[in-house]
């Protein structure tokens, strides 16, 4: 799996998620295998670039491995001096976003809302292609609703205008993250393109990524929700794509080091106040197979000093060690 002038080291990779894929979860991600971690979506509007979220979100030299940048906008000019603006400060890679479903995004046209608009969507692409010398991605649906499926016309207004891989999400706009990926159409969109696809949508799992890999002929797969308070599934994954073996799941003591790592990152990005509120939701995420009952983290969630969070979670631990 190559993009451009850069080779994968294998065929897993991060998907960006708005509010979640940040630096410290891209490099723990990284660190577990992922070939590459695209980060969270970036406005291509220029009036919020110097706000302190931008900011957080742009300190792409910081990075190890393949930087891959994603930007999303509806205005041509506006995503091509966003994808400059992006390589300036470290990016190797500009990936455009026409795959979020969320309403504030698709209210400004931006997002998934642009496959309903094909001649925009080329405007867009060629725009920041010819606006960069790095390789340019692209991130999908399989179309607006499910009787406007036009993955195969997006993808080869892509590859006509220079992009140099497709990552597709087996769902429509209208159908958020609900039912089941449709991996059928990502099986036609890679056999009427010749670039790199990468399917992503319900991989969950070494099995599943096996079984995508094959039913559609992708070149990779992506993984988004599956990762989230699981960054250790791209070892999972990508020792079974090796050797056809499943690794034992993380001890107790490891998922422990690991959320600690994670959580003290958060509190190092945002500051003590923001980073202990973003992290109850990865701290959610990370326990809700040992904290059934919601017990700890109603408790964690009401606490925004950085020591004192750090103290509970060592404390819960310590108790679900000796249980």
Not at 196 to 219: F, M, Q, S, W
């Amino acid at each position: 799996m190559r993009i451009g002038p850069y080779q994968l080291a294998n065929k897993v990779i991060c998907a960006p998620m708005a509010g979640v894929t940040d630096h410290t979860f891209r490099e723990l991600c990284r660190r577990f295998g992922a070939a590459l971690a695209v980060s969270e979506m970036l406005s291509s509007n220029p009036l919020v670039w110097q706000s302190e979220k931008s900011q957080n979100r742009m300190g792409h030299r910081q990075e190890s491995g393949i930087r891959s940048v994603q930007i999303a906008g509806a205005d041509p000019q506006q995503m091509a001096d966003a994808a400059q603006y992006n390589v300036e400060i470290g990016a190797d890679i500009i990936d455009i976003n026409m795959g979020c479903p969320a309403k504030k995004v698709n209210k400004k046209l931006a997002g998934s809302a642009l496959l309903q608009c094909p001649d925009l969507v080329e405007q867009i692409v060629r725009a920041v292609v010819d606006a960069v010398k790095v390789p340019v991605t692209l991130k999908i649906r399989t179309g607006w609703d499910p009787d406007n499926r036009n993955g195969i016309q997006i993808a080869r207004i892509a590859q006509d205008n220079g992009i140099q891989a497709l990552a597709v999400h087996g769902r429509t706009k209208a159908c958020m993250y609900k039912g089941e990926a449709e991996y059928d159409t990502i099986r036609a969109i890679k056999q009427s393109v010749t670039i790199p696809v990468i399917a992503n949508g319900d991989i969950t799992g070494p099995e599943k990524a096996r079984y995508v890999l094959d039913y559609t002929g992708a070149d990779a797969i992506m993984i988004g929700r599956a990762a989230q308070g699981r960054p250790w599934i791209f070892r999972e994954v990508v020792h079974y794509l090796a050797t056809g073996d499943k690794l034992a799941p993380p001890c107790i003591s490891e998922v422990r080091q690991i959320m600690l790592e994670h959580v003290q990152g958060l509190h190092q990005l945002y500051g003590e106040l923001a980073g202990s509120r973003i992290a109850r939701k990865h701290v959610g995420w990370y326990l809700a197979e040992h904290d059934k009952l919601g017990v700890f983290r109603s408790e964690f969630n009401g606490i925004e000093q950085a020591d004192v969070q750090l103290n509970a979670l060592n404390d819960y631990f310590h108790q679900l060690a000796a249980t």
